[in-house]
T-cell receptor
Framework: GENVEQHPSTLSVQEGDSAVIKCTYS??????FPWYKQELGKRPQLIID?????GEKKDQRIAVTLNKTAKHFSLHITETQPEDSAVYFC????????????FGAGTRLFVKA | DGGITQSPKYLFRKEGQNVTLSCEQN?????MYWYRQDPGQGLRLIYY???????QKGDIAEGYSVSREKKESFPLTVTSAQKNPTAFYLC????????????FGPGTRLTVL
């Protein structure tokens, strides 16, 4: 079945530095790739997503890139701030036709002030 | 945030007892999901439902059961057959087919004593 691998499991950066989280997926039919942020004690919330017909998408300090050939996608956070500290999950699904979404194991990001 | 609710927030169960977790949404979403979250393992799909009176097993359905009698409600029963039920359970909903995000409830933390 579909599998999504996410790396690293933990990431620690200095405030102002960039952070990169990488994911790979196995099902070539996947065409929708959302990223969720879960702050401590709270529910996951969508921060950015990308469809397979796009290679890159940016929203202020966060960006996501997708390489369909290699089946991997990445989250980039620039100018990190302490409030970026959270667990980040990547996910993959057949956005247009399917309902099942498979999540990566998560990356715990620490931003040191 | 009030669009999808879960109750109770904390639940304690004795070994051998079945317990039902509630999930309600007023977002008029077709699809609903149950995930289990354990440390370091991300979000694992238990069951999902695309429409009323229909549901599908996810990756870790053994020891769980669900029903979808109403569009708004998707309760999860953790049975005594689930060998390691202590976990954080998240319910989510989604409008339906299409490239759209899942909205998560606040979660229920189940502890088996």
């Amino acid at each position: 079945g579909e599998n999504v691998e996410q790396h690293p499991s933990t990431l620690s950066v200095q405030e102002g530095d960039s952070a990169v989280i990488k994911c790979t997926y196995s099902d070539s039919a996947s065409n929708y790739f959302p990223w969720y942020k879960q702050e401590l004690g709270k529910r996951p919330q969508l921060i950015i997503d990308i469809r397979s017909n796009v290679g890159e998408k940016k929203d202020q300090r966060i960006a996501v890139t997708l390489n369909k050939t290699a089946k991997h996608f990445s989250l980039h956070i620039t100018e990190t701030q302490p409030e970026d500290s959270a667990v980040y999950f990547c996910a993959a699904s057949e956005g247009g036709y399917g309902f099942k979404t498979i999540f990566g194991a998560g990356t715990r990001l620490f931003v040191k002030a | 945030d009030g669009g999808i609710t879960q109750s109770p927030k904390y639940l304690f169960r004795k070994e051998g007892q079945n317990v039902t977790l509630s999930c309600e949404q007023n977002l008029n979403h077709d699809a609903m999901y149950w995930y289990r979250q354990d440390p370091g393992q991300g979000l694992r799909l238990i069951y999902y439902s695309q429409i009323v009176n229909d549901f599908q097993k996810g990756d870790i359905a053994e020891g769980y059961s669900v029903s979808r009698e109403k569009k708004e409600s998707f309760p999860l029963t953790v049975t005594s057959a689930q060998k390691n039920p202590t976990a954080f359970y998240l319910c989510a909903s989604r409008p339906g087919q299409g490239y759209n995000e899942q909205f998560f409830g606040p979660g229920t933390r189940l502890t088996v004593l």
